[in-house]
């Protein structure tokens, strides 16, 4: 196996991450890249200190390349035939990330394996599909892995999803060459994920804006692409409007310039995708529930989607 960590300024999450899963993995033999994304002096300095451990590789990138671009960077150094991804705020124990190659053995279809994230602190779900192995319609960022094969075929990240939607476009690329998203609830990943606000928490809502319309129009119907990005149109601007603060009327243009660029890339996915996509039980949810469902379970009208920070 490859682990693959993505570090973007959280010194106190990276020590953590490094101690307790990167290092002694590479000490059993695993190939690990923790990819740094531009990280100012404090992460630069802690890195230091792991310059000269077998098996591991660490890259400096010139700036801040996203998410996309930055895991595609660990991604390509792989020579493994599984890759296995984890944020640096992230934590999972080396006795359950050993148990990955026989959970892809005992699903050949798998391409991609959607850990089960749980915050944590407070132990929270972040990802909660029921207590069984289930297709899923994406992985949870924080922590999955990926077939080597998969990345190679399906071309990795689209690295014009900066931030937000970048894991369902590629679980929707993945389906197109016959590879499913697999949930598997005992592979356990901790995230310590925070809350954002200000200017980067408008910023990540026009990014999932966009992105996610994108997607929509690559892989689906354009009438079911149309339908879908405006339930989420929808939902965004119920949120954007309940924060004074945020200007929520951007977000139909960010959604119109992501339909645009989804258009002239179409990969359509095949019926039996398509069919899994529109079914309203396919989760994480991307449109594919009616706002009067929404509204009758929640008995208000429906709030953002909290995405994973």
């Given at each position: 196996m490859h682990l693959v960590i993505l570090s973007h300024n959280r010194p106190e999450c990276?020590?953590?991450?490094?101690?307790?899963?990167?290092v002694p993995m590479a000490q059993r033999g695993m190939q690990v890249t923790l990819v740094d994304n531009a990280s100012g002096r404090d992460v630069r300095t802690l890195l230091r200190a792991f310059?000269?451990?077998?098996?591991?590789?660490?890259?400096f990138l010139g700036e801040n390349a996203g998410v996309a671009k930055g895991r595609n960077a660990g991604f390509r150094r792989s020579t493994r035939e599984i890759v296995v991804y984890l944020d640096d705020d992230s934590l999972i124990d080396p006795e359950v990330l050993e148990h990955v190659p026989r959970r892809f053995d005992a699903m050949p279809d798998a391409g991609i394996l959607a850990f089960r994230v749980v915050h944590g602190e407070s132990g929270e779900a972040q990802n909660e599909h029921g207590p069984a192995c289930t297709m899923v319609g994406n992985f949870h960022g924080a922590g999955h892995a990926i077939r080597k094969e998969v990345l190679d075929q399906a071309g990795y990240l689209d690295e014009t999803c900066f931030f937000g939607a970048e894991e369902v476009e590629?679980?929707?690329?993945?389906?197109?060459?016959?590879?499913?998203?697999?949930?598997?609830?005992?592979?356990?990943?901790?995230?310590?994920?925070?809350?954002?606000?200000?200017?980067?928490?408008?910023?990540?809502?026009?990014?999932?804006?966009?992105?996610?319309?994108m997607v929509l129009f690559r892989y689906l119907p354009p009438g079911v692409a149309?339908?879908?990005?405006?339930?989420?149109?929808?939902s965004y601007l119920w949120w954007g409007f309940k924060d004074l603060k945020f200007p929520a009327i951007v977000l139909p243009f960010?959604?119109?310039?992501?339909?645009?660029?989804?258009?002239?890339?179409?990969?359509?996915l095949p019926p039996e995708g398509v069919a899994f996509y529109r079914n309203p039980a396919t989760r994480p949810e991307i449109g594919n529930v009616s706002l009067i469902s929404k509204l009758l379970r929640h008995g208000a009208a429906p709030a953002y989607p909290e995405h994973r920070d």
């Amino acid at each position: 196996m490859h682990l693959v960590i993505l570090s973007h300024n959280r010194p106190e999450c990276l020590r953590r991450l490094l101690q307790d899963v990167a290092v002694p993995m590479a000490q059993r033999g695993m190939q690990v890249t923790l990819v740094d994304n531009a990280s100012g002096r404090d992460v630069r300095t802690l890195l230091r200190a792991f310059n000269d451990i077998p098996n591991l590789e660490i890259l400096f990138l010139g700036e801040n390349a996203g998410v996309a671009k930055g895991r595609n960077a660990g991604f390509r150094r792989s020579t493994r035939e599984i890759v296995v991804y984890l944020d640096d705020d992230s934590l999972i124990d080396p006795e359950v990330l050993e148990h990955v190659p026989r959970r892809f053995d005992a699903m050949p279809d798998a391409g991609i394996l959607a850990f089960r994230v749980v915050h944590g602190e407070s132990g929270e779900a972040q990802n909660e599909h029921g207590p069984a192995c289930t297709m899923v319609g994406n992985f949870h960022g924080a922590g999955h892995a990926i077939r080597k094969e998969v990345l190679d075929q399906a071309g990795y990240l689209d690295e014009t999803c900066f931030f937000g939607a970048e894991e369902v476009e590629l679980s929707m690329h993945a389906l197109v060459g016959g590879g499913t998203t697999v949930y598997v609830p005992d592979l356990l990943v901790r995230h310590f994920s925070v809350h954002r606000s200000g200017t980067d928490r408008v910023r990540r809502r026009v990014h999932w804006a966009r992105n996610y319309a994108m997607v929509l129009f690559r892989y689906l119907p354009p009438g079911v692409a149309v339908l879908f990005t405006a339930r989420l149109l929808a939902s965004y601007l119920w949120w954007g409007f309940k924060d004074l603060k945020f200007p929520a009327i951007v977000l139909p243009f960010a959604g119109a310039h992501g339909a645009l660029r989804g258009i002239r890339t179409r990969n359509p996915l095949p019926p039996e995708g398509v069919a899994f996509y529109r079914n309203p039980a396919t989760r994480p949810e991307i449109g594919n529930v009616s706002l009067i469902s929404k509204l009758l379970r929640h008995g208000a009208a429906p709030a953002y989607p909290e995405h994973r920070d």
